[in-house]
C-alpha cells in the first residue's frame, strides 16, 4: 500500500517536470520569457535571494544589461554572460518589452528598523539622484532598488566596491563619499531598501 502510493507520486511529479518549450520558427515573448522563468520567475519575480527580481526593469536597463553580458561587460564569468550569447539583439529587445510590462513584487524581507532609517537618510544625500523615489523608480536606467533581494544587493555591492563589476562613475564618486562619511552605509542603505513595500 505504502509502496504505491510513492510509486504514484513519483509519476505524478515526473509527469510535471517533463515540461517542454519549443523554440521552432519564431519565439514569442513568453516563449523568450519562459526561458528565464526558472531563475527569475515567469513575471520576473525571483523566488531566489540571490537572483535579481527583473520585473518592470526598464527597457533601457534591461537591454543594458543583456548586451553587457553578452560582451563580458559587468562581471567576468557569471551565470548571465553564458545565458545572454544564446540570444539575438532582437530577442533581448521582445523580452525587455515583456518585462517592462510586469510588475515587481517588492520581496518581503526581514530589516532592522532602525537602520532602515538611517539608510533613508543616506538614500536622500548620496543615491536618489539617480535611482529616484526613493528606488522603486524604474523609469530611469539605474534599476529597480526597492524591493530587490537583500542579499543580491549585497552580492552586487561587494562586486562594485571590489571592481568585479563596473560602476557608473559619477556613482562612484557618491558610494564612495557616503562609505567615508559611515563605513556601514551599505548595510544601512541595503535595510532601507528591503523595508520598503
Ligand atoms: C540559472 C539562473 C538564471 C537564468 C536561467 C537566467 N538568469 Fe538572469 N540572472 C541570474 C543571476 C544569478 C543574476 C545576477 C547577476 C549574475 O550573477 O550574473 C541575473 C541577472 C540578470 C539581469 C540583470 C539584473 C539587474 O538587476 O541588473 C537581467 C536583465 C537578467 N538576468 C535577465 C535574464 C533573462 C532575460 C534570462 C532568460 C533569457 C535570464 N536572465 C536567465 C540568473 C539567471
Ligand atoms: C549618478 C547616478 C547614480 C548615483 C548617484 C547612484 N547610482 Fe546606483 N546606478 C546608477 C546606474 C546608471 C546604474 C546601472 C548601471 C549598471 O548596470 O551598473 C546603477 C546601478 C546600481 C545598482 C545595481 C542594480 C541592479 O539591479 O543590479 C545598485 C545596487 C546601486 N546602483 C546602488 C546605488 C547606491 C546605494 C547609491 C548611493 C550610495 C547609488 N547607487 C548612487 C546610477 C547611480
Redesign the pocket.
Known amino acids: 500500500m505504502k509502496l504505491n502510493k510513492k510509486v504514484l507520486a513519483l509519476i505524478v511529479l515526473g509527469g510535471m517536470v517533463v515540461s517542454s518549450h519549443s523554440m521552432a520558427g519564431t519565439a514569442s515573448a513568453l516563449d523568450l520569457a519562459n526561458t528565464c522563468a526558472g531563475c527569475h520567475g515567469i513575471d520576473g519575480n525571483s523566488k531566489g535571494p540571490a537572483i535579481?527580481s527583473i520585473a518592470e526593469m526598464s527597457a533601457e536597463?534591461f537591454t543594458?544589461?543583456m548586451k553587457?553580458y553578452k560582451s563580458d561587460e559587468?562581471a567576468k564569468n557569471t551565470v548571465m554572460t553564458r545565458i545572454a550569447k544564446g540570444y539575438s539583439d532582437a530577442e533581448i529587445d521582445l523580452m525587455a518589452g515583456y518585462f517592462a510590462k510586469q510588475t515587481m513584487v517588492r520581496q518581503k524581507q526581514d530589516f532592522d528598523a532602525t537602520q532602515a532609517k538611517a539608510g533613508a537618510k543616506?538614500?536622500k544625500k548620496?543615491?536618489e539622484?539617480?535611482?529616484e523615489d526613493g528606488g522603486r523608480s524604474a523609469e530611469d536606467?539605474?534599476?529597480?532598488?526597492a524591493g530587490?533581494w537583500a542579499p543580491y544587493?549585497h552580492y552586487?555591492?561587494a562586486d562594485?566596491i571590489a571592481g568585479d563589476?563596473?560602476?557608473?562613475k559619477?556613482?562612484k564618486k557618491?558610494?564612495k563619499k557616503?562609505l567615508k562619511a559611515d563605513p556601514k552605509?551599505?548595510e544601512k542603505?541595503i535595510h532601507y531598501y528591503g523595508s520598503q513595500k
Do not use: F, N
Open positions: 535579481p536597463y543594458e544589461a553587457g559587468p543616506l538614500h548620496y543615491c539622484k539617480c535611482h536606467d539605474s534599476g529597480i532598488l530587490q544587493l552586487t555591492m562594485y563589476r563596473q560602476m557608473p559619477k556613482m557618491k558610494v557616503a552605509a551599505m542603505l
